[in-house]
């Protein structure tokens, strides 16, 4: 089946240390996004990637990075520098170009700071 | 910049009643979709339905259609014959229409819908 798998589903990490959160899609999609979802601000971009070894800042990209090293996987490194890491965090990836239109979510990684 | 407004934190619907959910939004672009996800208790984004702006017609899925008046910048959402399935988180997106690079949804803060017996 085609989709969107993102590890862990639950993650906890001590204040002071890096975490990643692993994104995979074979949809052979070439565009994919990080989003980060608390409670009642909805979703906010983190950051995209449209093209392998390409990606931009979304709104909140501080105290984040991210890689693009292969079209199927876009992980995502929540480093010591975001001042309020726990959220919860959802991956999407869609089609490029004018076709873009719907993007498809994965089922999402709650991190826990504590 | 764009953004969506959705000014009902929470709604309750009786079952096999109808539901609207509202959401405005605010852009200087002429072209560009408009989105209602839905994210049930288990999390997962579930796309509802989509209107694209050129289009004057209101878009529809099965119980669910929108009234969308692109003057006004609303694009509500109704639910009809409600379903104890459909309780949810609903939110309302915005995306501008990009050429070549990825599209940016803009989300709104959602509305939670509850349905009951």
């Known amino acids: 089946d085609g989709g969107i798998t993102q590890s862990p589903k639950y993650l906890f990490r001590k204040e002071g240390q890096n975490v990643t959160l692993s994104c995979e899609q074979n949809l052979n999609h070439d565009a994919m996004y990080w989003y980060r979802q608390d409670p009642g601000q909805g979703l906010r971009l983190i950051y995209y990637s449209q093209i392998v070894n390409d990606f931009q800042k979304g709104d909140i990209a501080e105290g984040y990075s991210v890689s693009r090293e292969k079209k199927e996987s876009f992980p995502l490194t929540v480093t010591s520098a975001q001042k309020n890491p726990t959220a919860f965090y959802l991956c999407?990836?869609?089609?490029?170009?004018?076709?873009?239109?719907?993007?498809?979510f994965g089922p999402g990684t709650r991190l826990t700071v504590l | 910049a764009q953004t969506v407004t959705q000014s009902q934190p929470e709604m309750s619907v009786q079952e096999a009643e109808t539901v609207t959910l509202s959401c405005t939004y605010d852009?200087?672009?002429?072209?560009?979709?408009l989105f209602w996800y839905k994210q049930p208790p288990s999390r997962q984004m579930i796309l509802v339905i989509r209107?694209?702006?050129?289009?004057?017609q209101n878009a529809t899925e099965n119980r669910f259609s929108v009234n969308f008046q692109k003057a006004a910048k609303s694009f509500s959402l109704k639910i009809s014959d409600s379903q104890l399935g459909d309780t949810a988180m609903y939110f309302c997106?915005?995306?501008?229409?990009?050429?070549?690079?990825?599209?940016?949804?803009?989300f709104g803060t959602g509305t939670r819908l509850q349905v009951t017996l």
């Open positions: 997106a915005f995306m501008k229409l990009h050429t070549g690079t990825a599209s940016k949804l803009t």
């Open positions: 852009t200087s672009e002429s072209n560009y979709y």
């Open positions: 999407a990836s869609s089609t490029a170009g004018l076709a873009s239109n719907e993007q498809f």
């Open positions: 209107q694209e702006a050129y289009k004057q």
